[in-house]
Antibody, heavy 120, light 107 residues
Framework: QMQLMQSGPEVKKPGTSVKVSCKSS????????LHWVRQAPGPRLEWLGW????????ESAQKFQGRVTLTRDLSTGTAYMELSSLQSDDTAVYYC?????????????WGQGTLVIVSS | DVQMTQSPSSLSTSVGDSVTITCQAS??????LNWYQQKPGEPPKLLIY???NLETGVPSRFSASGSGTGFSFTISNLQPEDIATYYC?????????FGGGTKVDIK
């Protein structure tokens, strides 16, 4: 399974942005799809969007369109999720999760999660 | 969006018992359904893919079935390490969506 390491916790003010990174040291990174899922206290899981790592194609849930930017850096094996115009209800643990070449839409491997707190 | 209705939301049972969780999709998703286990403080873990296939390394006491709109997930001979929250997830249609989760604990 792919090992995914996420960046550390963040505390942000309302109206600002956060950028979370997800690094893979696996050579199959470029053959995968990288998803972003969040979990607010609740504990419902919510899909934000995905990036097909090799092509760079992205798609996000309509709820987050215009607010989420998904990118990747092939040279470092790192994917990024930037969420803008943060509000208190964006407080959640944000996970990256990878789907392999034959299972793009299945979350085979997960990062450890990044806690994002939005508070004034 | 495809709504996934999972039930029950929680259950309490004994070691050695069997538990069954159901997941209902708001439209036909054929067999494009996965099941995950999440323990406190950890990310989810894939247990079942394509509605009924056991992921490599997952104990055989976990099983699942279903197609179309109705799916079920069963833990046979429940072990203490199975205490967790379980989620279904459909991948037929974007956005990918999850059930609300079922928390399983020991009486």
């Amino acid at each position: 399974q792919m090992q995914l390491m996420q960046s550390g916790p963040e505390v942000k003010k309302p109206g600002t942005s956060v950028k979370v990174s997800c690094k893979s040291s696996d050579f199959t990174f470029t053959d995968s799809a990288l998803h972003w899922v969040r979990q607010a206290p609740g504990p419902r899981l919510e899909w934000l969007g995905w990036i097909v790592v090799g092509s760079g194609y992205t798609e996000s849930a309509q709820k987050f369109q215009g607010r989420v930017t998904l990118t990747r850096d092939l040279s470092t094996g790192t994917a990024y999720m930037e969420l803008s115009s943060l509000q208190s209800d964006d407080t959640a643990v944000y996970y990256c999760a990878a789907g392999g070449a034959r299972r793009f839409r299945t979350f085979e491997s997960w990062g450890q999660g990044t806690l994002v707190i939005v508070s004034s | 969006d495809v709504q996934m209705t999972q039930s029950p939301s929680s259950l309490s049972t004994s070691v050695g018992d069997s538990v069954t969780i159901t997941c209902q999709a708001s439209q036909d998703i054929t067999n494009y359904l996965n099941w995950y286990q999440q323990k406190p403080g950890e990310p989810p873990k894939l247990l079942i893919y394509d509605a009924s296939n056991l992921e490599t390394g997952v104990p055989s006491r976990f099983s699942a079935s279903g197609s179309g709109t109705g799916f079920s997930f069963t833990i046979s001979n429940l072990q203490p390490e199975d205490i967790a929250t379980y989620y279904c997830q459909q991948y037929d249609t974007l956005p990918l969506t999850f059930g609300g989760g079922t928390k399983v604990d020991i009486k």
